[in-house]
């Protein structure tokens, strides 16, 4: 345990027994007093899940806002097929066809608009 005091302690970082054990603690999973490769990178695996779930959510919003050309924090399948309109594989789609769409699979309350909840809520998987 003393050689892991060492080395904090020259980057600047005061440590005693107390954190090293906790750190221990929370990283030796099998509690064998060793910390092994997959144990010390599970926290980063957990902190790159959780930006990465961020990022999508970012995706989200930026999409959102693109399609959302009046800012009334709500999508008409105007609005979605018109931003769409510059994808090659949408030249085939029609306007009914989208609204038709926004109408079976988005528009869970029936107002005829796609909330970003709503918009949040699509299952991929079940579009296919």
């Known amino acids: 345990m003393s050689s892991l005091y060492c080395p904090p302690d020259q980057l600047g970082y005061k440590t005693s027994a107390k ?3 906790h750190i221990m603690n929370e990283l030796d999973i099998n509690q064998d007093g060793k910390v092994e490769f997959v144990e010390f990178m599970r926290p980063t695996a957990k902190k790159y899940k959780e930006e990465q779930e961020l990022e ?5 919003d930026r999409a959102f806002e693109y399609f959302d050309k009046n800012f009334d924090a709500k999508l008409t399948a105007s609005e979605i097929y018109e931003g769409m309109q510059h994808l090659k594989q949408m030249s085939a789609v029609s306007l009914e066809q989208i609204e038709d769409f926004v109408v079976k699979y988005v528009d869970l309350n029936g107002d005829q608009f796609v909330s970003y909840d709503e918009l949040e809520s699509i ?6």
């Open 56 to 60: 999508q959510g970012a995706d989200a």
């Open 123 to 128: 299952d991929p998987a079940k579009l296919v």
């Open 19 to 21: 954190k090293i054990d």
